[in-house]
């Protein structure tokens, strides 16, 4: 099945077009950008069972962007209709435009060049097997709760299994006078996490999820509780890591964080135009190993970052940011690309409409190589296994990484020996990361259960991945 289209949006579409033309007589270029989300999450733990709208991410209204020759403005509003229009353009006119003369002298100015108003004319929307509102609130949480008496089942030691799912609807209209698009999304997350007790602290294992899709998802959810629960009971007896630089294998969800983190953000080129990347000064450099191509891709990979266009009016693109261990380029919002001489490559977007667009990544994954898991643990003499990753962060301007694990086990004479460390912290130099790693597996997993912050703010859904991969890293 097909997301539908939304009515409250469709219903507005002729007074934004009238919008636009009202602001077209004064302005070589508007556009505005029409958005209708739902979003709603549901958790079950031992604290009860909660089903709430993210409110967060549930929104309705508009944001208009005009070109005044130097550069751009825009305003957010909430309704519309054709009494509304010209207060709309007065607002702009006459409050939001001379804005620009009250910045002080002192502070350089910097001109931007019109958007390319390509014409384009689409509508597009994804597809799910089951939605969530067929399947209906009660019986989310009916499954939710089943798989929750099975973790607790599975293994003796557990205090807690909690099992959580959300998913965003998301409808938008970009319009000019020239452009009609329409996209219609469905993404769906879940997780289980498991808890045990560990003198006075708790441990824990969790597992995320996503699709883009629906509730079919909680299908997949249910394969994973009996290891994720053992993995909880196990990290009780977890030793602390020897700080050093380890020979390692990661999951595919820990090359996601490092490819999140040691480069992702790197290279999103609003940085290039604060001048806050190093990778503005080594795009056609060797950053990695010849092993290492990444992209970022909202329209070649389905998870959760997917989309057809972004929030500026771009196309979705598949972009080659590593090939072959040479920086290509960057990722760029639409403004970003007028300041730096470039074009945009699909990454504009808002956390709502009453947020500024910046670059931000979508589906961000090293491809696969041509390796066997288990050839590459065997391949280790004396290292680790690193897996779960929890949280991360990257210094762009000096390529600095640190990333937090949740554990890592032994690995000896090519052979998991059952030794297991707990927590670990994964800290280096990006290019050095990147330039150690020598196996890749052949197949890559995809996850894009948690979201993505620009800074300490800003949050959009985002997914990453990759393969196996093995490495040199030093760890905490």
Not at 108 to 126: H, I, L, M, P
Not at 314 to 337: N, P, Q, W
Not at 405 to 430: C, H, M, Q, W
Request: aromatic letters at 8%.
């Amino acid at each position: 099945m097909k997301v539908a289209s939304s009515r409250y949006l469709l219903d507005r579409k002729a007074y934004l077009k009238e919008l636009i033309a009202a602001l077209r007589e004064k302005y070589s270029y508007a556009s505005v950008l029409a958005a209708d989300a739902k979003a709603y999450q549901f958790s079950v733990s031992r604290a009860g069972i909660q089903v709430s709208e993210d409110t967060r991410f549930s929104e309705r209204g508009f944001v208009v962007r005009v070109y005044d020759g130097t550069n751009y403005a825009e305003y957010s509003f909430n309704e519309i209709g054709r009494e509304t229009i010209p207060e709309i353009v007065k607002k702009v006119e006459k409050e939001l435009l001379p804005l620009d003369a009250e910045v002080p002298g002192s502070v350089t100015k910097k001109r931007n060049r019109q958007q390319t108003d390509e014409g384009t004319v689409f509508s597009g929307s994804t597809s799910y097997e089951i939605h969530p509102d067929e399947m209906g609130n009660d019986e989310i949480v009916r499954r939710l709760s089943a798989l929750r008496e099975d973790g607790l089942k599975a293994v003796e030691g557990l205090v807690e299994f909690r099992t959580f799912l959300s998913y965003q609807e998301i409808h938008k209209l970009f319009l000019t006078d020239k452009t009609d698009m329409e996209q219609n999304v469905l993404w769906t997350c879940g997780g289980i996490l498991a808890m045990a007790p560990a003198g006075g602290a708790l441990k824990d294992s969790m597992q995320g999820y996503s699709v883009l899709g629906g509730v079919e998802l909680l299908d997949r959810m249910a394969h994973d509780v009996e290891r994720v629960a053992k993995t909880a009971v196990e990290l009780t007896k977890a030793e602390p890591l020897k700080p050093g630089t380890y020979e390692c294998v990661c999951t595919p969800s820990v090359t996601g964080m490092i490819v999140h983190e040691a480069f992702g953000h790197g290279v999103e080129m609003d940085m290039f135009v604060k001048d806050r990347a190093l990778a503005k000064y080594n795009v056609g450099t060797k950053v990695a190993s010849e092993l290492v191509t990444m992209r970022d891709t909202a329209c070649a990979l389905n998870d959760a970052g997917s989309y057809f266009f972004d929030d500026e009016g771009t196309l979705s693109k598949d972009t080659v940011i590593i090939e072959k261990g040479i920086l290509k380029r960057g990722m760029c919002d639409a403004a970003s690309a007028g300041y730096l001489g470039t074009e945009p490559t699909g990454n504009g977007r808002r956390e709502s409409f009453q947020r500024k667009a910046y670059t931000r990544m979508t589906n961000t994954v090293f491809e696969a190589g041509h390796d066997k898991v288990e050839d590459m643990i065997a391949s280790v003499k004396d290292g680790l296994l690193l897996a779960e990753p929890t949280s991360g962060m990257e210094d762009p301007k000096n390529w600095g990484i640190q990333c937090m694990v949740n554990y890592a086990r032994e690995i000896k004479d090519g052979k998991l020996t059952g030794r297991i460390f707990s927590p670990i912290v994964l800290t280096g130099f990006v290019p050095d990361l990147l330039k150690s790693i020598t196996m890749m597996s052949d197949t890559m997993e995809t996850c894009g259960s948690g979201f993505c912050g620009k800074g300490h703010k800003e949050w959009v859904k985002v997914s990453d991945g990759g393969p196996w991969i093995k490495a040199t890293i030093r760890l905490g």
